[in-house]
């Protein structure tokens, strides 16, 4: 996500770093740079140009000329209003004061609006909330059949739109809230229909479903990979249909970072949540503040938190704090780990949010073998517990048993007992240098 803004951005912040002072001819050379880093990520002109004139002036004020760190002041402002053309602070979901809510997502086809639906659900069930997906495609009968099927993995309920309700569609439509209030559903998330290109069709579909549900948040779901199509898209929905938010999908791939900074300008309309993975709980909130300290190398670390504390069994981390106090971690622990880790997300992902800058700087840009954690997991496997419990005992024969167990050559089965009993030599010496200042 945003690795080749991210690039052109951190040779930015390391050429202020390295000035003296500011002056209006570095300064000058710092925004020309920024300039060609947003063109490059696809970002509106527009945006840019407003962009670069805030920072000008902000940069070359008084304040900034006669502090004591006028490089750190500048980086200070450029992510400060990075933030605000993100959005500024982070939007949280709107509910109605009298159930049901009812959000609407609309958006092109192929945008990932359905897989959304399903997403979103999800994340309003994991805030102690109860969902009912429900989809309204006049058009698409297998748009239904494939909201049923997500609805049906994630154990959410459905409102199976039937052709005789579909027949009637204003009825249909009418029918939905009161339906959804007196089985205690809320918020009611509706999937709409989505063409290939915006018609006054689709539209006249949509408002027809906007004026009889009301709903209290309408979002816009747009593909971040299309760039400047999905400003445009987005700036037809506000005009034609009228959005309270965004969801950008696809933030995973290859996608500049273009449609995230300069949609929330081009609609007015926050961007309250991101996609980064076709998984249903790869759907994250979207904190602007973290976004822009994040796209200038500089780290997010609050996020990476708030992943760990979501996936982590409290009871298990303190009983593997116990074990390695008393320095009974074994391969079977760290098997565990490896899990632990798997579920908040790629390991590439992970040390995407530490700062690119200082001692974090070579861990964040690491390119990371994902596969060889399940390489390690099948390893273990393949060993006794008497083994999993002290490697030191594996001799040739057991090596090359473990190997045809796992299907893994001896030296990959080497390379894990070396790397762990490494960690434990590490973990004994750092217990003994804390014992040893508690004497001191």
Same mark, same amino acid.
């Given at each position: 996500?945003?690795?080749?803004?991210?690039?052109?951005?951190? +040779?930015?912040?390391?050429?202020? *770093?390295?000035?003296?002072?500011?002056?209006?001819?570095?300064?000058? /050379?710092?925004?020309?740079?920024? *300039?060609?880093?947003?063109?490059?990520?696809?970002?509106?002109?527009?945006?840019?140009?407003?962009?670069?004139? =805030?920072?000008?002036?902000?940069?070359?004020?008084?304040?900034?000329?006669?502090?004591?760190?006028?490089?750190?002041?500048?980086?200070?402002?450029?992510?400060?209003?990075?933030?605000?053309?993100?959005?500024?602070? &982070?939007?949280?979901?709107?509910?109605?004061?009298?159930?049901?809510?009812?959000?609407?997502?609309?958006?092109?086809?192929?945008?990932?609006?359905?897989?959304?639906?399903?997403?979103?659900?999800?994340?309003?069930?994991?805030?102690?909330?109860?969902?009912?997906?429900?989809?309204?495609?006049?058009?698409?009968?297998? @748009?239904?059949? &494939?909201?049923?099927?997500?609805?049906?993995?994630?154990?959410?309920?459905?409102?199976?739109?039937?052709?005789?309700?579909?027949?009637?569609?204003?009825?249909?439509?009418?029918?939905?809230?009161?339906?959804?209030?007196?089985?205690?559903?809320?918020?009611?998330?509706?999937?709409?229909?989505?063409?290939?290109?915006?018609?006054?069709?689709?539209?006249?579909?949509?408002?027809?479903?906007?004026?009889?549900?009301?709903?209290?948040?309408?979002?816009?779901?747009?593909?971040?990979?299309?760039? &400047?199509?999905?400003?445009?898209?987005?700036?037809?929905?506000?005009?034609?249909?009228?959005?309270?938010?965004?969801?950008?999908?696809?933030?995973?791939?290859?996608?500049?970072?273009?449609?995230?900074?300069?949609?929330?300008?081009?609609?007015? *309309?926050?961007? +309250?949540?991101?996609?980064?993975?076709?998984?249903?709980?790869?759907?994250?909130?979207?904190?602007?503040?973290?976004?822009?300290?994040?796209?200038?190398?500089?780290?997010?670390?609050?996020?990476?938190?708030?992943?760990?504390?979501?996936?982590?069994?409290?009871?298990? @981390?303190?009983?593997?704090?116990?074990?390695?106090? +008393? /320095? !009974?971690?074994?391969?079977?622990?760290?098997?565990?780990?490896?899990?632990?880790?798997?579920?908040?997300?790629?390991?590439?992902?992970?040390?995407?949010?530490?700062?690119?800058?200082?001692?974090?700087?070579?861990?964040?840009?690491?390119?990371?073998?994902?596969?060889?954690?399940?390489?390690?997991? @099948?390893?273990?496997?393949?060993?006794?517990? !008497? /083994?999993? =419990?002290?490697?030191?005992?594996?001799?040739?024969? =057991?090596?090359?048993?473990?190997?045809?167990?796992?299907?893994?050559?001896?030296?990959?089965?080497?390379?894990?007992?070396?790397?762990?009993?490494?960690?434990? +030599?590490?973990?004994?010496?750092?217990?003994?240098?804390?014992?040893?200042?508690?004497?001191?």
């Amino acid at each position: 996500m945003f690795e080749q803004l991210s690039g052109r951005l951190e +040779k930015m912040v390391k050429f202020l *770093r390295g000035e003296v002072k500011v002056t209006e001819k570095n300064m000058a /050379e710092a925004l020309k740079m920024m *300039r060609l880093a947003f063109l490059e990520a696809d970002v509106n002109y527009k945006v840019v140009k407003d962009f670069e004139a =805030r920072i000008r002036d902000k940069a070359l004020g008084e304040e900034v000329l006669s502090g004591l760190n006028p490089a750190q002041q500048v980086i200070k402002i450029v992510r400060d209003e990075m933030a605000g053309i993100l959005g500024g602070a &982070q939007k949280p979901l709107q509910f109605a004061s009298r159930p049901p809510s009812i959000f609407m997502l609309v958006g092109l086809q192929g945008s990932g609006k359905t897989t959304t639906c399903g997403k979103l659900a999800r994340f309003v069930r994991g805030i102690g909330r109860n969902p009912l997906l429900v989809s309204f495609d006049l058009k698409r009968p297998a @748009a239904q059949d &494939q909201l049923r099927t997500i609805a049906a993995g994630l154990g959410i309920p459905f409102y199976e739109m039937t052709p005789a309700r579909m027949a009637s569609p204003k009825e249909a439509l009418k029918e939905l809230p009161a339906y959804a209030g007196n089985r205690g559903f809320d918020p009611l998330i509706v999937d709409t229909a989505g063409r290939l290109h915006i018609d006054d069709e689709l539209m006249d579909e949509l408002r027809l479903v906007k004026d009889i549900l009301a709903p209290v948040e309408t979002i816009y779901v747009g593909d971040a990979m299309t760039g &400047q199509d999905a400003v445009r898209s987005a700036q037809a929905f506000e005009e034609r249909i009228g959005l309270t938010a965004v969801i950008l999908t696809k933030l995973d791939g290859d996608a500049r970072g273009g449609a995230a900074l300069s949609i929330v300008s081009a609609t007015g *309309r926050p961007i +309250k949540f991101i996609g980064v993975g076709e998984k249903p709980d790869q759907l994250e909130v979207f904190h602007p503040d973290r976004m822009a300290a994040r796209i200038l190398g500089l780290g997010d670390i609050l996020s990476l938190i708030e992943k760990a504390e979501g996936q982590a069994d409290l009871a298990e @981390a303190e009983e593997m704090a116990r074990k390695l106090r +008393k /320095e !009974e971690f074994t391969l079977d622990d760290f098997k565990k780990q490896i899990a632990q880790m798997k579920k908040m997300g790629s390991l590439a992902e992970l040390l995407g949010h530490l700062p690119q800058v200082g001692p974090f700087k070579a861990l964040g840009k690491a390119q990371v073998d994902e596969s060889k954690m399940v390489r390690f997991t @099948a390893i273990i496997d393949s060993m006794t517990p !008497e /083994e999993r =419990r002290n490697p030191k005992i594996l001799n040739g024969s =057991r090596r090359a048993r473990i190997a045809r167990g796992s299907g893994r050559p001896v030296h990959e089965i080497n390379q894990l007992v070396k790397q762990f009993l490494d960690m434990q +030599k590490m973990m004994k010496r750092s217990s003994v240098q804390k014992l040893l200042g508690n004497l001191k």
